[in-house]
């Protein structure tokens, strides 16, 4: 994986995903609906989860979790052509206390405490050369709000993905952890990225998840999520 | 009462006085009238505004208790090893004598543990953060934070909950901190616990507090004349150490206006161009902004003479250089990794601009700041460890090998 071809264990593969829809013939977006499904999904939020809390996952939960649920009012007339939806947390659920929020919200591996906010995407892996790289993505440049309570970001680095030619009876997303790493040399990555704004390692990983980072504007597309036919790869 | 600023408080505040315990029943077998819960009775010092409380937490002395023996709990690290106290040590004004506060894991932590001394008056907690406004959630991040580890419980909130949960005491001390919560221990209980004993650390007997209630015996000539040096336009300190607490970011029951202050001080300037160490820039590291750089909270003086070293990194070793740190106008490093002339640092606050003392004068400054220690409170057995073994009541955790 990466630059360097560097052989990998991965040790934490989590994120959070919102505002999913359905993209119709028309070029009309039709919004799903999440289930309120305790403990993967609540208020519109839900979590995947692609760690089992054994061997070198052994820091995070049993549980896991590759699927979304929710209900979409598609009419028979209606033929899907894309598959939309948001990686991360909204920021109106994003800088609360989590002991108050519902699951999945209530994750402290899924939070920067410090941040006030939630990582939207946590991988971490290790490597022969280095101990640990991490990926936590989450919002940054953050100051308090105009309103009482609220926060506003200058950096939300939540990337909206929009997958076109979903065959929504057929296709799953793949989300590829080796096109988040591809432009990093994991051998000289000094221990991944926190999304801080001034760490060079990051760049990268921005740029494959379609976001601006710094000085560096977005790319057109992301590459770190994907279509796939159960049994045969597309694009 | 508790919090009368708004109509929602006041709501609040009348239902914690009003709660009744249940299950009272008087000898005869016919009902008692229910007990009515003590309203919650503030102990502050003559003169001390009463500290704001979130409407969602209002004070109880049961609720107190128990967070007060959560403090001192080393269950409430990962490993079994560390409490809250472990690093908010009462004798030192409830922080430690580390330049960086090390947690359970022994891993460093970047920043110097902050003292709680009143912290209940403290509308943004921790040296420089702008969105940390509770000790409800401040509290997640010694418990839950990675980087650095402190307690080290991310990922563990079902041991944390089954480990206490199976000490009866806590059983009873969780039933009777949140009696209409029927649903056992909680996080959120746990966090509200810690927050309202915490809120309850007031320090208000230091020889300058009796001095000013009138006792002119309590301060030494010396420190009388610190004070007048403290308080002057020449050194300008009580710009950002004014108020009851010897910091501007202040607020209480009846202020009006919570303040909250941020100020560089020339601590350093590694570029030339104002930049702190990469690593920790203040609330920069929050914000992004640059003209947030090297900006930190003005902590509050109180015990200030027990909390040595000094500043956000523990930098400064004594009050002494502290004093040498303001006279200069901002520190300079004359080589190594962070060389550079802190005085001229484009970001640094504007009452930061050096002024000249005698040696008698230095002296008596810091015997002001001296004057601040609270022996009362340091030694309060109201604050000290509830547990009978000196061990922090780590009993009956198992230790896990291999596990951080």
Redesign the interface.
């Known amino acids: 994986m990466g630059v360097s071809h560097t052989t990998i264990a991965p040790s934490d593969f989590r994120l959070f995903v919102h505002d999913v829809s359905l993209i119709v013939a028309d070029g009309s977006v039709v919004p799903v609906t999440l289930h309120d499904d305790d403990p993967w999904q609540a208020d519109g939020v839900a979590l995947l989860d692609f760690e089992n809390g054994s061997g070198v996952c052994d820091?995070?939960?049993p549980e896991m979790r590759d699927s979304i649920v929710g209900d979409v009012p598609l009419t028979p007339r209606q033929r899907v052509t894309g598959l939309r939806f948001t990686l991360g947390v909204p920021a109106s659920l994003n800088?609360h206390?989590?002991?108050?929020q519902k699951s999945p919200l209530?994750?402290?591996?899924m939070?920067w405490?410090?941040?006030?906010g939630h990582k939207f995407l946590r991988v971490e892996l290790s490597t022969t050369a280095s101990s640990a790289v991490i990926m936590h993505l989450g919002s940054?440049?953050?100051?308090?709000g105009p309103q009482p309570?609220s926060?506003s970001c200058?950096?939300p680095n939540r990337p909206v993905i929009t997958l076109d030619g979903f065959d929504v009876r057929r296709d799953r997303v793949v989300v590829d952890i080796g096109a988040l790493f591809k432009d990093l040399d994991l051998e000289s990555a000094n221990g991944g990225c926190?999304s801080e704004?001034?760490n060079p390692v990051c760049a990268p990983m921005f740029a494959a998840l379609g976001l601006p980072f710094g000085a560096q504007t977005a790319p057109g597309r992301q590459a770190v999520f994907r279509l796939e036919h159960p049994g045969a790869t597309r694009q | 009462m508790i919090g009368l600023s708004r109509p929602a408080v006041l709501g609040a505040a009348a239902a914690a006085a009003f709660a009744f315990l249940a299950g009272a029943a008087s000898v005869d077998g016919a009902p008692r009238p229910p007990i009515a819960r003590r309203t919650f009775v503030w102990q502050l010092p003559a003169g001390f505004p009463q500290p704001k409380v979130p409407a969602d937490n209002p004070m109880s002395d049961e609720k107190v208790l128990l967070g007060r023996h959560l403090f001192y709990d080393k269950r409430l690290s990962g490993n079994g090893t560390f409490s809250c106290a472990s690093c908010h040590q009462q004798a030192r004004g409830f922080a430690d004598t580390l330049a960086h506060a090390v947690g359970s894991t022994g891993q460093a932590n970047r920043r110097n543990s902050m003292g709680l001394t009143n912290v209940a008056y403290s509308p943004v907690l921790t040296w420089a953060?702008?969105?940390?406004?509770?000790l409800?959630?401040q509290a997640?991040?010694p418990?839950?934070?990675?980087?650095p580890v402190e307690l080290g419980?991310?990922?563990?909130?079902k041991e944390l909950i089954a480990r206490l949960d199976g000490d009866p005491r806590y059983r009873r001390m969780f039933a009777r901190a949140f009696p209409a919560d029927t649903g056992g221990i909680?996080?959120?209980g746990?966090?509200r616990a810690i927050a309202a004993f915490e809120r309850t650390l007031v320090s208000g007997d230091s020889p300058f507090d009796r001095a000013s209630r009138g006792d002119s015996a309590a301060m030494t000539a010396s420190a009388r004349r610190g004070q007048q040096l403290f308080f002057s336009e020449r050194l300008e300190c009580m710009h950002c150490h004014g108020g009851i607490n010897f910091t501007g970011t202040t607020d209480y029951v009846g202020k009006g206006f919570a303040e909250i202050e941020f100020h560089n001080t020339g601590l350093y300037n590694v570029d030339g161009k104002g930049s702190y160490p990469?690593g920790d820039q203040g609330l920069k590291d929050?914000?992004?902004?640059d003209a947030d750089m090297g900006r930190f909270k003005a902590p509050g003086l109180r015990n200030v003479a027990v909390t040595a070293p000094y500043m956000h990194d523990g930098s400064v070793r004594t009050l002494d250089d502290v004093v040498a740190h303001y006279m200069a106008g901002g520190r300079t490093i004359p080589d190594g990794p962070f060389e550079g002339v802190g005085s001229a640092n484009r970001y640094k606050s504007g009452f930061v601009k050096g002024f000249t003392l005698s040696d008698g004068e230095r002296r008596d400054l810091v015997a002001f700041l001296v004057s601040l220690t609270d022996s009362t409170f340091l030694t309060n057995p109201r604050f000290a460890n509830p547990w009978p073994d000196t061990s922090g009541a780590a009993r009956g955790l198992k230790k896990r090998s291999g596990s951080r």
């Open positions: 820091n995070g939960t800088h206390d989590i002991t108050r209530t994750l402290s591996q939070f405490a410090w941040k006030t940054t440049a953050c100051a308090p309570g926060v200058g950096s926190m704004p001034d | 953060n702008s969105l940390q406004r509770a409800e959630s997640l991040v418990m839950f934070g990675e980087l419980l991310a990922g563990k909130e909680s996080l959120i746990i966090t990469a929050i914000t992004n902004r």
